[in-house]
């Protein structure tokens, strides 16, 4: 899977810009400020339809307009496509593969598949569980649209759950109310249970290897799925049931899939509690990179790889292996300054214009 072109329009601080990209390393570079992040938000945004750091999606809509777009066109095994979408300061926003209106993110899902890495995703090791179901989702998502039904409505049920326990808490009903989403999660739970396990159980080898590659065979990670442990849906039915008090009391539901986490080991050790900042960070890279390979092997594509800023952070043994890894995926990696000796297509941005694409 490769993409061949961007088009952008009123997307953030791009005017009117089109770009076209390699089928290796695409090194986007430019000092601050100019737009670098924001031409991998645009690609990142075409394959999950949503971005990695907006929280408001009309905040990508340049300043001074009220429409913008991007248009991107990438080549599969069963030819180009092209995917496009269309913000709109008053209105929802439209998306479109080939020219045609998709009804659900659903649907977009797969079209084009990207592994995204900034300095920033070390919260997969460091923050909240949150962060590292999230990971797991937007992976899972990615190659298994069965997966992302699964999973956003078995959200929708957890927050109808939640408020059938605030509202009716005191009423005689309730407890015949919260039995029927326990029926209809537990169902999900098992479901998005199996996938994130297996997932894990699959990403576990691959980033052994990276991590390995990486610290020179000086460290080794671990990575544990750690999730509701009934294995049948009759047994989390009844595990959501001998909750009920506990969940009245809290105001919330205490059990779950949405309690889920994942442990990373280094060398044995917990790295979220005990890791230094610089095992943490070549744990998620290695993660990420892992995920690559997941991808890879599940959808028979290989992903695109999209690295902001990341090569900043790392010494320069490690920068020069983190290069040769993207030899494996078609890879946009934006920095300030690229002085490597490999070969590369160089896109360099000015004020949210394209200086030099070769
Ligand atoms: N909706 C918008 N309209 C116009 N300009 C915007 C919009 N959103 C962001 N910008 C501007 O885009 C500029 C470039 O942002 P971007 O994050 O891409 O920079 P960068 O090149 O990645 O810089 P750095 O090297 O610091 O990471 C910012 O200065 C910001 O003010
Ligand atoms: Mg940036």
Not at 233 to 255: M, P, W
Request: proline content about 2%; glycine content about 4%.
């Amino acid at each position: 899977m490769k993409v061949k072109k961007i088009e952008l329009y009123n997307f953030r601080n791009y005017k009117q810009s089109t770009i076209l990209f390699n089928d290796g390393l695409n090194v986007i570079e430019g000092v601050n400020a100019q737009g670098k992040t924001n031409l991998i938000e645009a690609i990142y945004f075409c394959a999950v339809g949503k971005s990695f750091r907006a929280s408001r999606e009309k905040e990508v809509i340049n300043w001074d307009n009220d429409i913008a777009k991007i248009k991107i066109t990438i080549e599969k095994e069963i030819g180009e496509k092209t995917i496009e979408i269309i913000f709109s300061k008053s209105q929802k926003k439209t998306i479109k593969v080939d020219g045609l209106p998709i009804l659900k993110i659903g649907e977009l899902l797969g079209e084009l598949n990207a592994v995204f890495f900034a300095p920033d995703e070390l919260r997969l090791i460091k923050e909240s569980p949150e962060d590292r179901r999230r990971f797991m989702d937007i992976s899972l998502s990615q190659t298994y649209k069965d997966y992302f039904y699964a999973i956003s409505k078995y959200n929708k049920l957890l927050q109808g759950r939640n408020k059938c326990i605030k509202t009716y808490a005191e009423t005689d009903g309730l407890k015949a109310m919260i039995n029927v989403y326990n029926l209809q999660m537990a169902d999900l739970c098992l479901k998005i249970k199996t996938y994130r396990e297996n997932f894990i159980n699959n990403v576990n080898p691959y980033a052994k290897l990276v991590h390995e590659y990486i610290t020179s065979k000086k460290e080794s990670i671990d990575l544990q799925y750690l999730g509701i442990e009934e294995n049948n849906v009759k047994d989390i039915i009844s595990a959501f049931e001998a909750t009920f008090e506990k969940d009245i009391k809290l105001g919330y539901t205490s059990y779950g899939v949405h309690r889920d986490d994942i442990k990373v080991l280094v060398n044995d050790v917990d790295v979220r509690a005990f890791g230094s900042q610089g095992q943490q960070r070549t744990c998620a890279l290695s993660i990420k990179l892992a995920e690559l390979e997941i991808i890879k092997q599940t959808t028979k594509a290989v992903p695109v790889l999209l690295l902001d800023d990341v090569l900043s952070e790392l010494d320069d043994k490690r920068k020069l292996k983190l290069l040769k890894f993207c030899a494996k995926a078609q890879t946009f990696l934006t920095c300030t300054e690229f002085n490597f000796d490999v070969p590369c297509n160089k896109i360099e941005i000015k004020n949210g214009e394209i200086k030099k694409n070769n």
